[in-house]
């Protein structure tokens, strides 16, 4: 029988845990992350751990490793987080690791790591890019983030690498969550169309995404509203796609013209929501893009959605 | 004593050779590359492969190896050159390897690989990206060409890697080579500069570029008569130096967004000849689009010069 390993994605809204056997997913628990600070955020964590191991029949004395991915800075060392600005009490530094392995209390290693290259990892080795060894992994939600597998394994360089979001569209085009102009994520981000959708608003023009938001109850304009106005055929919001797919077509054509990949996998809330139409839009916008036409990667969906993390996550504890 | 290995350079002007005994250049020599035929360059190459076994006091039958970097599509296995449309009866494919092999009639080995390649392994191996694993190599002449070493090792990804020339730095902006827009070297890679500067004359503007060239009984903008127009000040040669240097910034700190690379080595015709301060420039354009600013790859002029391809392809021969 494989060992137990459990996998724990931690967000700014929710908390995925998953537990695998081998490579099968054999339990799994979500909840919405604690807003009330460290403590709460390792219990709950906790909490899903023992919700998933519950549906394995399985119990914490059995867990070979629990992997952690976690946005923020990471020292995969000791263990700890910092800077992570959308998890209430981790914008210090937070031996997360440490935490959650005394509260679990039997002694199991816990290891963390950036939660879009868990995500990356999970679709490499369990997901859409199992057939591949250069994978790019490009995560469309809130930002935009990106993993990169070459020769089969996960390049970090010097703990920075894949920040594909960063990649230069548009030389002094639309401001970016990180105060420059022009990038990716300033187009293809959620967050970032928003505030561009926001700002047309403010100039008078019509959109049904902020009254659909509404009517959900929500304060922002989620990968499901996106949707929902796009099939409405608000044309704001198709504008507003219109522009991520350019955006994504000229960064990732870019990076094929460098990198010579076998294929991109697009995910993220965004781009799981809008799926296959919109990799087959970004991989049209890529193709006049393309230095050796006759070298188009693979564009793929994802497989996991949104257990990727989780699933990459608990294969990184499974090692 | 270490073994003799051969290298050559095939370019579109000249043939450059070198002998290596171990990693030393013990002889070497250059012509003008032939322009009427394959017969002629194959006879070209033996004829500097002697001339560099004469100043090592070597003979043809101590060669363990020769190498050839050359533009266009290369068959490792086979020896094959096509589609190098620069050097004459090489537009056809061109069985070149076996070629020389037989001239040599010594039984010796010959490998080919790109000439940016090649150049790239010598800065790599001997020159200026010894210190480290994760390097870029950019190539700005005529074109502007890429070869990128992770891990230590040459990236190929299908046979078509390293093409930072072709990363869209402005989208609908000045046409490349290749006959789409934006594109990197339509800024920096010499032979567009000058197509600018030609468009620019007929519109009226003044610049010195065209009388230094035609001064040195040149039809073309060498790097070297771009070197002397920014000595005199001229400001047409100053504004396409700038935008070079602001299309490599932002090319190249995409690049590093993605790869978060140890160096970056700046080389070609256009590259060596500028020297220092033009990467130095180049370095500070790159800054303020770099994710993480403390991240900035080494920023570095090539050690080997005009003799970087020569020297790697007698090290491809020798390893």
């Known amino acids: ?27 799994s628990d979500r909840i919405e992350t604690p807003q009330s600070g460290v ?4 219990a709950a964590i906790v909490t899903t751990i023992d919700g998933s191991l519950a549906q394995a029949d399985a119990e914490r ?22 800077e992570s600005p ?23 290693r816990v290891r963390l790591s950036n939660d879009v290259r868990v995500a990356m990892l999970g679709e490499h080795r369990r997901g859409a890019g199992r057939p591949y060894r250069d994978v790019l992994g490009v995560f469309v939600g809130t930002g935009v983030g990106g993993g990169l597998i070459l020769d089969g394994a996960l390049r970090e360089g010097r703990g920075a690498a894949g920040e594909i ?26 967050g970032r169309m928003e505030v561009h959708a926001r700002n047309l608003v403010e100039h008078g023009k019509d959109t049904i ?37 350019w955006a994504l077509g000229i960064a990732l054509a870019s990076a094929q013209n460098l990198l010579d990949l076998e294929a991109i996998v697009i995910g993220g809330g965004l ?40 699933v990459g996550a608990a294969l990184l504890a499974a090692g």
Chains 1, 2 share one sequence.
Do not use: W
């Open 165 to 190: 979001g960063h990649t230069t569209v548009k030389p002094e085009g639309r401001m970016c969550s990180d105060g420059r102009r022009g990038h990716l994520e300033a187009y293809a981000g959620r």
């Open 1 to 27: 029988m494989s060992e137990l390993a459990a996998g724990v994605d931690l967000g700014g809204t929710k908390i995925q845990t998953v537990v695998l056997r081998g490579m099968d997913v054999v339990g």
């Open 86 to 108: 959308n998890v209430p009490g981790f914008q210090k530094k937070v031996p997360l690791g440490p935490r959650v392995a005394d509260a679990l209390g039997t002694g199991v």
């Open 61 to 82: 004395g059995e867990l070979a490793g629990v992997g952690i991915g976690s946005p923020g800075e990471i020292d995969a060392e000791t263990g700890e987080v910092a």
């Open 209 to 245: 995404l902020f009254d659909i938001a509404r009517d959900r109850g929500k304060d922002r304009l989620s990968s499901g509203v996106f949707a929902k106005a796009l099939k409405h055929g608000d044309e704001m919001a198709m504008s507003l796609v219109d522009g991520a797919v």
């Open 39 to 42: 403590d709460d955020v390792v």
């Open 271 to 310: 781009g799981d929501r809008l799926g296959r139409p919109f990799v087959d839009r970004i991989a049209e916008a890529m193709a006049p893009r393309l230095f050796v036409p006759g070298h188009a990667p693979a564009m793929l969906t994802t497989e996991l959605g949104d257990l990727g993390g989780a």
